[in-house]
């Protein structure tokens, strides 16, 4: 599959679910033991075969519903994971970079498996839940916006239903910035 799928491929990539996590307090556990068990699987596959594991999390910290990716991508880098993250709260991936990125990680590495990270649009059931797909990301297909499709493997989170278009306030405010703030130590006289 590699960098850059075909809008093609978005009719296979439904029936293409690995695993899921649902937000269910009786089988969190499980489903979580097992997904993270498939990742490492897949990861040391990638390994013997020689290949850069590459995590491309993407979405924006300006809008908590598309922050996931960065927050995972922050969450990975913070936890000291040894493989390339790209998409971070400090440094997103989004609309705007995604392509160029795709450049950088095409000349980096020869063969990398990419593993996407991003929220997205889901059904009513799978609301709440983490799913992890074989096949390309389709990046900003809730916007309908013409992105390339990326990477191998694809996780996402599907926090929100499809709605119609609204016209709500867009926040100004990065995440990071937030994340930031909160974290200093505040005093009362300062």
């Given at each position: 599959?590699?960098?850059?799928?075909?809008?093609?491929?978005?009719?296979?990539?439904?029936?293409?679910?690995?695993?899921?996590?649902?937000?269910?307090?009786?089988?969190?556990?499980?489903?979580?033991?097992?997904?993270?068990?498939?990742?490492?699987?897949?990861?040391?596959?990638?390994?013997?075969?020689?290949?850069?594991?590459?995590?491309?999390?993407?979405?924006?910290?300006?809008?908590?519903?598309?922050?996931?990716?960065?927050?995972?991508?922050?969450?990975?880098?913070?936890?000291?994971?040894?493989h390339r993250v790209y998409g971070t709260l400090e440094e997103p991936v989004h609309a705007f970079n995604l392509e160029p990125t795709l450049?950088?990680?095409?000349?980096?590495?020869?063969?990398?498996?990419?593993?996407?990270?991003?929220?997205?649009?889901?059904?009513?059931?799978?609301?709440?839940?983490?799913?992890?797909?074989?096949?390309?990301?389709?990046?900003?297909?809730?916007?309908?916006?013409?992105?390339?499709?990326?990477?191998?493997?694809?996780?996402?989170?599907?926090?929100?239903?499809?709605?119609?278009?609204?016209?709500?306030?867009?926040?100004?405010?990065?995440?990071?910035?937030?994340?930031?703030?909160?974290?200093?130590?505040?005093?009362?006289?300062?």
């Amino acid at each position: 599959m590699g960098f850059f799928g075909s809008r093609k491929e978005e009719a296979d990539a439904k029936a293409s679910v690995l695993l899921t996590v649902h937000d269910n307090e009786r089988t969190i556990r499980q489903e979580t033991a097992a997904m993270a068990a498939f990742l490492n699987t897949l990861i040391q596959q990638a390994i013997r075969e020689q290949k850069e594991v590459v995590f491309l999390c993407i979405g924006s910290d300006r809008s908590i519903g598309d922050a996931l990716g960065p927050l995972v991508g922050t969450m990975l880098v913070e936890a000291g994971v040894t493989h390339r993250v790209y998409g971070t709260l400090e440094e997103p991936v989004h609309a705007f970079n995604l392509e160029p990125t795709l450049k950088a990680i095409k000349r980096q590495f020869r063969q990398p498996l990419i593993i996407g990270i991003d929220a997205g649009l889901g059904e009513k059931e799978q609301v709440g839940a983490v799913i992890l797909k074989e096949g390309p990301l389709l990046p900003g297909r809730a916007l309908q916006k013409m992105l390339p499709p990326v990477g191998d493997y694809r996780m996402a989170n599907e926090p929100i239903m499809p709605a119609p278009p609204c016209k709500a306030a867009h926040v100004t405010i990065r995440l990071f910035t937030q994340k930031n703030l909160h974290s200093q130590k505040w005093t009362a006289n300062a």
